[in-house]
């Protein structure tokens, strides 16, 4: 591959919406072309609540209310947290199984190790094997067959 082909890539690469290319030539030459991902600035947003104390008496039970909520939102965040995810390498078309005939490579309640292969991704007609790089159980499939996936994208949700 020349540099005025090289070149093309990038300025294709700057146009599209892809984060990534990877180009092997007949010669076996591999280039690889990624975006530097731009910095996302984000401002807290506050809202106003109204005092806790007051005067009447009724207002007792929006407050007690109000002391709960915060209890719930932790017990929902501890449960997240203790699922590891399995992430989209790349750009690309996600497929669950190697083709339309065959079952998919895992569906939920299935065991994973480091090595298994969870997935196809399809970068401008190469099919990639995605392994889970993590051990435990499938819980959740976060895509669906055919999908496009960007990089960095949550594919699986594993224990």
């Given at each position: 591959?020349?540099?005025?082909?090289i070149?093309?890539?990038?300025?294709i690469?700057?146009q599209?919406s892809l984060?990534?290319?990877n180009i092997e030539?007949?010669?076996?030459?591999?280039?690889?072309l990624?975006?530097?991902?731009?910095t996302?600035?984000i401002t807290p947003?506050?809202?106003q609540?109204?005092?806790l104390?007051?005067?009447?008496?009724t207002?007792?039970?929006?407050?007690?209310?109000?002391?709960?909520?915060?209890v719930?939102e932790?017990?929902?965040h501890?449960?997240?947290?203790s699922?590891q995810?399995?992430?989209?390498?790349m750009?690309?078309?996600?497929?669950?199984?190697p083709?339309?005939?065959?079952?998919?490579?895992v569906?939920?309640?299935?065991?994973v190790?480091?090595?298994?292969?969870?997935c196809?991704?399809e970068?401008?007609?190469?099919?990639?094997?995605?392994?889970?790089?993590?051990?435990?159980e499938?819980?959740?499939?976060?895509?669906?067959?055919?999908q496009?996936?960007?990089?960095?994208?949550?594919?699986?949700?594993?224990k």
């Amino acid at each position: 591959m020349n540099f005025k082909e090289i070149k093309e890539l990038i300025e294709i690469l700057d146009q599209s919406s892809l984060t990534e290319i990877n180009i092997e030539d007949n010669k076996g030459s591999v280039v690889n072309l990624k975006k530097q991902k731009e910095t996302e600035i984000i401002t807290p947003q506050y809202t106003q609540q109204a005092p806790l104390a007051s005067a009447a008496p009724t207002m007792s039970t929006p407050n007690q209310s109000v002391s709960e909520a915060p209890v719930e939102e932790n017990k929902s965040h501890d449960d997240e947290s203790s699922y590891q995810t399995i992430n989209a390498p790349m750009v690309g078309t996600f497929y669950k199984s190697p083709s339309p005939e065959e079952d998919a490579y895992v569906q939920v309640g299935d065991k994973v190790t480091n090595e298994s292969t969870v997935c196809i991704l399809e970068a401008m007609k190469l099919f990639n094997e995605i392994q889970a790089e993590v051990s435990g159980e499938i819980v959740e499939i976060l895509v669906e067959d055919g999908q496009m996936v960007e990089y960095g994208q949550p594919l699986f949700k594993v224990k």
